[in-house]
């Protein structure tokens, strides 16, 4: 299913709202079966920020010889990343469709999952800017971490936001939601480290 450039610039619109707390946003979204299934398409549009990502994390493992690039085994590297993105992609919403009956989600689990993906976009900026100056050398490894600790703080804010009116839900819920994409992501980041050796 092919995305059009309307469809991405209503979704970034709608996503731009919910940073600021205006539940209008959701209508930017479309909301429908064929959208949700469009809305995993934006994981191609976060190649670029990906890409950034794994090459900021390689030039810190290099500024803290913690490897040498003649022997970074840099296949392994690259194919655990890509597995762990499409990983990381879907888990939540496979693990969310389980449980979406049970905690009581199964209305607002479609508009959710579409609105989470989506707003994926959004959410790369801050990480995006941190890793851009950090591979310019604008910015020296402790301070990349810490924007990138910034920014990540600031994601959740907006994750637990997104969850809040997206589902319609209650601060627990919407923060279990929150606390549960973190520590899948968290598990997933383990395993790809694991993979290649890092």
Known sequence: ?????????????????????????????????????????????????FLLSALAEKEFYFSEDMFQPDTFPEGAYWTAQFVGLAVDWVTLP????????????????????????????????????TYVLFLLR??????????????????LWYRYLVARIALQATISLAAGVVV???VLTLVISQIVGNLWGG
């Open 1 to 49: 299913m092919l995305v059009s450039l309307s469809e991405i610039r209503a979704a970034l619109d709608g996503s731009w709202l919910l940073l600021r707390n205006r539940p209008e946003g959701m209508t930017y979204f479309d909301q429908s079966i064929q959208g949700f299934w469009r809305s995993f398409s934006a994981v191609f549009l976060l190649i670029p920020a």
């Open 94 to 129: 496979i693990l969310l469709a389980v449980l979406a009956v049970p905690i009581g989600i199964s209305k607002r689990y479609v508009p959710f999952i579409v609105v989470r993906n989506w707003t994926s976009l959004l959410a790369s900026v801050p990480y995006l800017i």
């Open 138 to 155: 604008i910015i020296p490894p402790g301070v990349a971490v810490l924007l990138s600790f910034s920014s990540l703080l600031a994601v």
């Open 180 to 182: 549960l994409d973190v």
